[in-house]
């Protein structure tokens, strides 16, 4: 019989109609279709009118401060004087610096809102910009915004993101994924709060040394936040790279020649708008599929413009494994289903979870008799559910066999472990593949 679904399960699907209305618009490019699908998402999740009203002012509050800096006037391409284009860089060639101008111009009128966004002239407060590219990696920009505003809006400084509880944080983190960035992005506000005395430091090699932030982090930071020089490369800009200067030798072998073309056309002047102008370029018009090039502001010097869907070329991946594992679904008379928490490192690391085997590629998981004694509680009447929950990690592919078995009244939990009730589900902080087993179960199929 189908039983209720807990919270978590109706909002997972209004992401997953989120993700999908977002994927069939991003091929339009345009930045008014960017913000109007943020706008949507924003309101599906609930969050309507925060976004400006409490978000936006704690962002601008939280500033901390937000400076204002005087932005070049630079007439683009053939109008760009050699006199005002020197000023992007005194090392850059004549050739890179209009490229940089061009760029710089085309934001100017088409440059994408985004709430960690700030507005022209203005710079964004460091958490902020630190906040959103963790959130940023792998996932798209509507995906991000609610989440955006929900944890501003509930941690509107790294001090409070510190003291919150880790639990709070990787709840408020479901739907995400890759949930160690949001166990090291509290590690983070901990180590900014107690060892920077809460002020994100600017040089990239301090901002490297903190947990969760790479290069790419490193760099967005010290360009957006602070103004400072910074080559700041993603997917987006490895693109875009690869395209303008035809790169045909493929990733990753190239990935420092790519950085070299990107460091040659960053400018000393406006690096932060300059790093988000490249951005929103690959965003909306150098994207993967169909590029946008009757609209770039580089088309004139673009060498990659006849193979551009072919660019950047990839080695061929290898196939990704399956792994196999067994959850036990053990249920009390009360209605109370057994739960644990996954080992703080590794894979979902700290993740609440249903009790499990161990999930490899040579598992045995049709033997409901042998598999049902690697069981934490000693269950009776195990059943197996009928099909698999199947999930995509990075790495590899994951196929569970859900046993179900119930133990009688009052049957204390292992050590480590508690008794959750179904309605109590949405308050623990599960990973998707859990959700998926949940759901599985509770709607029968
Ligand atoms: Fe990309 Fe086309 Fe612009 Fe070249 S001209 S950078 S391929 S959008």
């Known amino acids: 019989m189908e039983r209720a679904v807990p919270a978590f399960a109706a909002r997972e699907g209004e992401f997953v109609g989120l993700a999908d209305f977002c994927l069939f618009g991003a091929d339009n490019g345009w930045p008014i279709g960017q913000e109007v699908r943020f706008r949507k998402a924003t309101l599906a999740k609930g969050f309507a009118g925060q976004r400006r009203d409490v978000a936006g002012d704690r962002l601008r509050r939280t500033a901390a401060p937000l400076v204002h800096f005087t932005v070049a ?131 990239e090699a301090a901002l490297l040394s903190l947990p969760g932030i790479g290069p790419y982090t490193a760099a967005a930071i010290r360009a957006i936040a602070f103004d400072k020089r910074a080559v700041v490369v993603d997917g987006n800009v490895e693109r875009v790279m690869a395209r303008l200067f035809r790169e045909t030798d493929p990733l990753p072998d190239v990935k420092s020649s790519l950085r070299e073309r990107a460091d040659s056309l960053t400018p000393d002047e406006r690096p932060g708008d300059y790093a988000q102008a490249v951005m929103d370029l690959g965003a909306t018009v150098c994207i993967p599929r169909r590029p946008k090039c009757m609209i770039c502001p580089w088309v004139d010097h673009c060498l990659g413009r006849d193979i551009a869907e072919s660019l950047p070329a990839r080695r061929p991946k290898p196939e990704k494994p399956t792994r196999r594992g067994v959850v036990y679904w053990i249920e009390r008379p009360d209605g109370a289903v057994l739960i644990g928490r996954r080992p703080e490192s590794g894979l979902l690391g700290g993740m609440m979870e249903f009790p499990s085997t161990a999930w490899r590629e040579d598992m045995e998981i049709e033997d409901i008799s042998d598999v049902s004694r690697h069981a934490p509680l000693a269950a009776t009447q195990w059943s197996a559910d009928s099909g698999l929950v199947r999930h995509g990690f990075t790495h590899f592919h994951l196929e569970l066999r859900v046993l179900k078995g119930r133990v009688g009244a009052g049957t204390p939990a292992p050590d480590d472990m508690l008794w959750c009730s179904i309605d109590s589900f949405a308050d623990q902080a599960f990973p998707t593949v859990m959700k998926k087993v949940a759901e599985k179960v509770l709607r029968g199929g």
């Open 73 to 203: 006037s630079v007439i683009p391409g053939q109008n760009s004087s050699p006199s005002l284009i020197a000023n992007y860089s005194s090392v850059m060639s004549p050739r890179d610096a209009t490229r940089a101008s061009e760029i710089l111009d085309w934001y100017d009128r088409h440059r994408r809102s985004m709430p960690w966004r700030a507005l022209p002239g203005e710079r964004t407060a460091p958490y902020a910009v630190w906040l959103s590219e963790i959130m940023l990696q792998q996932t798209t920009v509507a995906t991000v915004g609610p989440y955006f505003t929900e944890f501003l809006s509930r941690w509107p400084t790294v001090g409070d993101l510190a003291a919150a509880d880790l639990d709070d944080v990787l709840h408020c983190w479901q739907g995400l994924g890759y949930y160690a960035r949001a166990r090291n992005l509290h590690k983070c506000a901990g180590v900014v709060s107690s060892q920077y005395n809460g002020h994100f430091p600017e040089e």
